[in-house]
């Protein structure tokens, strides 16, 4: 049963997939509907599929020398992403039903949305630790897809491919882990591998090697230090692209992958330590970049990334109960937000925050939705960002050095002081400009009032939440804990009420500074620095750069001249008859 | 027939070079619009040929061998055989099939086919010989026809200069074959690459120098770097459906003489392996730069022949060099296979558009990268293959670059060796780099607006043409889903190579 329902949780969108590349143009209506049908049916998949959670492994047939088997498991690490994934997905499908209307080239949008959504499952459901890295790839094909979408735009293209390449150079990192973990163990299986890290089978030399090529891959997936640069290009996709693979679902990826694999790297020195501080320099770096940020989406890109950063910094302090929860938290609140700020950029024409203002009466309804996404952003009580993150400030308070504490109570600030900013510049304050408002549709704010639902309640499944990880999850270690004791713990640390402190101290600064926004608050040089993305754009431009003149200066020896192309034989039967004599 | 299967395998395909040549001579069509009707008796003798290697195949999957005496000389179809006739065949297919209209303007057309045909011939036949002289004979045959067929439009000047840079720089290549096949038959006095190893145990230098001289020599062929300079003229200037041959599978069957000879020599020097690590890494470096900035599509898709023929070899070098590492030629062997179907897709399908671009028009200009510019508005079936087979070859799932990529880089991971794991990674950030030329020519053909070229072009699609694509990327797609389904062939010729090395 459990096998079945996996495999056609990958297998039904990819289907859906090919059926609506064969739609016709005239047929928009149509792949609207099926579209809209086959995530809805992928998504109650999906939740049949969380009352499976267990230790069950599924595993097929052999894949072929070198490959091992095509193995699932069915843990509640894998399964509640797949419900993320799923879900999400569904609502940014019936999103797009108003926010896509009309355009050209519906069948590719939905197909590689599909094909996504099926390959994120698989991604999470596998065991097999070359199939996690074809799904990996898989989702960055679809990922670097969407983003170009508009491929006439050439910013849409660049953002696309620079995704692509930063993501995939990482991806080398899961690649050469993954390779290892094969070599080591002779098989690919994931639980076999960290059985056997666990019980000290492994040369120290390549698990070390494997846990930081794993951490590369992750950092460069879920777009952290010193790979951030991609994720804010990526907003050039469709926003309900953006909503799902860039806030709620692929660049979760990277976390999970950490996940997955943190209870075998627990014996590598500094492995816990480096993902802790990639976590810490990311949140700092771009909370202070979204302050600057003029551009709406941006701001909620550098948010992402942000929030991302703690997630990272949780895992480095040993809690992956508190990581997955505070996903589960920012995957709902950040789609949220998307998804309004879509229908904010759908109904006046532009992303710049500064063109806007006073929108709060012109469209109450997504502007109450984006507050209460807004509010869980910030960590304000009983919203859902609020509970996962005091957990996430927990467990570093227990798990890492006072320092690491203080600064995630800076970053609490900070997060206050972009939230509030953005709120008030898109909501509030004065009319900039006479743009026209038109009302969003009616499939938009369905979806954005499901999610704004799951905003101000999702914290209850707590209880839920942390059994199974405990119960399904017996390399992690992880104590379950009930839904009231959890609560009770949080209302009476006295530590609690000191983050909740930071939070309103950050929305006075800001409010008092109002006049010349943020401006005052931080010094002048930051924001140069912010605006300039800390010099990480510069870096990336240099290396292209060398590349092209590289393959420039290759393209110079390809001169077509006869004798110069049997110098070249020449050289080659120099070079070989050297070789071949040092060797025997 | 059940004794003479190799020979049936061998003249099947023979027979029907000359049946096609001459038929086409008296049915040359007045109208030079229409295709040549002898093109149909070529699909035949391509479906011929695939009886006697079916039966063949049965056999060696079965475990018995398949072996063919005349006179002194011994054909073994193995499990190498097997892979690469598949090979030749489906892309044989696919390349005719392509033809049919492609080539259907042009003076000729039986040459072609009868030359297509004679190729195939040839590259079976190396593939089933067991003495370094055959390889010989078989080698020059499929050069001789490969000349003529880089050089087809003959009244062009560009072509024809690509003809003559092959020919000649083969020709070199062909000298340090003999070369070496000298210095081998002249110390041992036999030819026969099972009984050589016996006796080449004293004069070690000799063997040796006969080594590198296979390598260099063959290794033209192979466009191992730095004897890759000619490739990218030939292959760009040869008709799509002999690039798509080329590529696809006359390098790799360079590859196939090399590794048959060098297993002569085994004994000799166990450095051979590392010779393959250093080229593959050169290989994969200087083809991708090459296609980096290409402003011209079938030439980059030359240059990544190069990069790809990197892989392989790393594949090779892997085998050699570490005990552990067998499953590399599985990769290898997968990795051939894929090749040829994601290649001669790609040189297809650009062969393709540029036939309802330009050609059918009498524009024989070049394909450029720019007249891709929203061709999926106008011809939807043609970007999607296309996008496939630059995705498949630039390594992305779930397509079946992906896979066979993976088992080369596994096998050689088995090794445990940091210098292989340091190889893996350098192959991981060319496969990278590759994708910075074929991704933007996605990004290009799903653009909305179509460029100007692309308006301009023909509308109708030619049915075979389509048909040839759709046969190639049914396997660029279905091998990515389930590897499982050649591994059969590809462990037969992996235990083949195992067999002939150790």
């Known amino acids: 049963m459990t096998a079945i329902l996996i495999a056609l949780i990958i297998l039904f969108p990819w289907f859906g997939a090919v059926i609506i590349w064969l739609m016709k143009d005239e047929q ?557 | 027939m059940q004794n003479n299967l190799i020979l049936w395998l061998l003249f099947t395909p023979m027979i029907s070079s000359v049946v096609v040549y001459v038929v086409g001579r008296f049915l040359a069509p007045n109208d030079t619009e229409k295709p040549n009707k002898t093109v149909w008796l070529c699909v035949a003798g391509i479906a011929a040929t695939f009886v006697p290697f079916i039966l063949s195949s049965i056999n060696i999957l079965n475990g018995k061998s398949v072996t063919t005496t005349i006179g002194d000389i011994t054909l073994v179809f193995d499990g190498i055989s097997m892979l690469v006739s598949l090979t030749v065949l489906i892309l044989g297919l696919a390349v005719i099939l392509f033809s049919v209209d492609y080539m259907a303007a042009e003076h000729s057309e039986e040459k072609f086919y009868g030359l297509l045909m004679i190729l195939i011939t040839s590259i079976i036949g190396l593939s089933t010989s067991t003495d370094l002289f055959n390889i010989y004979i078989w080698f020059e045959l499929m050069a001789v026809s490969t000349y003529s067929l880089v050089a087809f439009y003959r009244n062009r000047a560009t072509s024809l200069e690509a003809g003559i840079k092959y020919l000649t720089q083969s020709a070199a290549g062909s000298i340090f074959i003999i070369l070496g096949i000298a210095m081998i038959f002249g110390t041992t006095g036999k030819i026969s690459m099972q009984d050589i190893p016996a006796l080449i145990a004293s004069s070690k230098r000799i063997m040796i120098a006969a080594g590198a001289c296979f390598i260099t020599g063959y290794g033209i062929k192979c466009a191992f770097v730095p004897m890759h300079f000619w490739l990218p003229d030939a292959h760009s200037q040869a008709p799509s459906g002999v690039s798509a041959m080329l590529s696809g599978i006359v390098i790799e069957t360079g590859l196939i003489a090399l590794l048959r000879s060098l297993s002569a020599l085994n004994p000799a020097a166990a450095s051979f392996g590392i010779i393959f690590l250093l080229i593959g890494a050169l290989n994969m470096l200087i083809g991708n730069l090459g296609a980096l900035r290409q402003s011209e599509v079938k030439r980059m898709f030359a240059f990544s022949s190069i990069s790809h023929m990197g892989y392989i070899a790393l594949g090779i070098g892997f085998f050699l060099t570490f005990q552990e590492s067998t499953a590399s030629a599985d990769g290898v062997f997968f990795h051939i296979f894929n090749h040829a179907m994601m290649k001669g897709l790609a040189f297809l399908a650009a062969g393709a558009i540029v036939f309802n671009l330009k050609q059918a028009k009498g524009d024989h200009s070049p394909l450029m990268v720019k007249d891709l510019d929203g061709i999926s508005q106008k011809y939807p079936w043609y970007a999607l293959l296309l996008s496939i087979a630059v995705l498949a070859l630039g390594g992305l799932p779930p397509l079946a670059g992906f896979i066979s990529k993976w088992q080369i880089f596994a096998g050689g991971a088995l090794s445990k060796n940091p210098w292989a794991m340091f190889l893996i990674v350098f192959a991981g950030i060319n496969s990278v780099l590759s994708l910075g030329y074929y991704a933007p020519l996605v990004n290009r053909m799903y653009r909305h607006q179509p460029s100007q070229t692309v308006l301009a072009g023909i509308s109708k699609c030619s049915a075979t043409m389509l048909a040839s694509l759709i046969l190639l990327g049914i396997f660029v797609v279905l091998l990515g889903l389930f590897p499982m389904l050649i591994s059969n062939y590809t462990g037969s010729a992996s235990s083949a190579l195992l067999n002939m090395f150790r």
């Open chain 1, 28 to 584: 928009e209506k149509l792949t609207h509907i099926l579209a809209m049908s086959f995530s809805a049916f992928s998504a109650v998949l999906s939740l049949v599929l969380l009352t499976r959670i267990g230790q069950d492994q599924i595993s097929a047939y052999s894949l072929g020398i070198g490959m091992g088997d095509l193995a699932f498991s069915a843990d509640a690490l894998g399964i509640i992403l797949t419900c993320i994934a799923n879900c999400i997905g569904c609502l940014a499908v019936v999103f797009s039903k108003d926010y896509m209307n009309g355009e050209k080239d519906l069948q590719r949008y939905y197909s590689m949305i599909l094909l996504f959504i099926g390959a994120m499952s698989g991604l999470v459901l596998t065991s097999n630790a070359m199939l996690i890295f074809f799904f990996w790839e898989i989702t960055a094909l679809c990922s670097y897809q969407l983003i170009s979408f508009y491929n006439d735009d050439p910013k849409a293209v660049r953002g696309g491919l620079k995704a692509l390449f930063i993501t995939q150079f990482g991806g080398i990192g899961l690649l050469l882990g993954s390779l290892l973990i094969f070599s080591q163990t002779g098989s690919l299986d994931i639980q076999h591998f960290i059985a056997a890290a666990q019980a000290g089978e492994i040369s120290s030399a390549a698990l070390a090697v494997a846990g930081f090529g794993l951490i590369a891959a992750a950092a460069a997936k879920s777009s952290q230090f010193p790979f951030f640069t991609w994720l804010p290009d990526a907003m050039e996709a469709p926003t309900p692209v953006s909503a799902l693979i860039h806030a709620a679902t692929m660049v979760n990826a990277g976390v999970y992958l950490l996940c997955r694999f943190a209870p075998a790297f627990q014996g590598v020195a500094g492995w816990n330590t480096t993902v802790l501080w990639v976590g810490i320099i990311t949140i700092l770096l771009s909370s202070v970049m979204a302050i600057f940020a003029n551009d709406l989406k941006r701001v909620l890109a550098y948010s992402t990334v942000s929030q991302l950063g703690f997630l990272f910094a949780a895992i480095g302090a040993g809690s992956v109960t508190a990581s997955q929860f505070h996903l589960l938290s920012h995957a709902i609140f950040k789609a949220l937000l998307f998804l309004c700020a879509g229908a904010v950029i759908h109904s006046v024409g532009t992303r710049d925050m500064r063109l806007m203002g006073n929108l709060y009466k012109k469209m109450k309804p997504v502007a109450i939705c984006f507050i209460i996404g807004a509010c869980s952003l910030a960590g304000i009580p009983i919203f859902n960002g609020f509970w996962s993150k005091e957990l996430i400030l927990e467990a570093i308070h227990s798990g890492a050095p006072l320092s690491v504490y203080i600064l995630m109570l800076f970053a609490v600030i900070l997060t206050a002081i972009y939230s509030i900013r953005c709120v008030w510049m898109v909501f509030f304050g004065k009319e900039k400009s006479e743009l026209h408002v038109h009302e969003p549709g009616r499939f938009m704010k369905y979806s954005l009032y499901v999610l704004a639902a799951g905003t101000v309640v999702s914290w209850l499944t707590f209880g839920g939440f942390s059994n199974a990880f405990s119960k399904s999850l017996p390399h992690h270690e992880i104590e379950a804990e009930s839904l009231g004791k959890f609560l009770s713990t949080i209302i009476k640390d006295p530590l609690t009420y000191l983050a909740i402190f930071m939070v309103i101290l950050g929305i006075v600064l800001w409010i008092f500074h109002k006049p010349g926004p943020s401006k005052a608050v931080l010094p002048k040089v930051l924001e140069t620095c912010a605006v300039n993305s800390f010099g990480f754009e510069i870096i990336n431009e240099k290396i292209i750069d060398k590349i092209q003149n590289l393959s420039e200066f290759s393209r110079e020896l390809q001169s077509g001249i006869l004798n110069w192309n049997i110098f070249g034989v020449l050289t080659g039967l120099v070079l070989i008859l050297i070789v071949l004599g040092i060797g025997g």
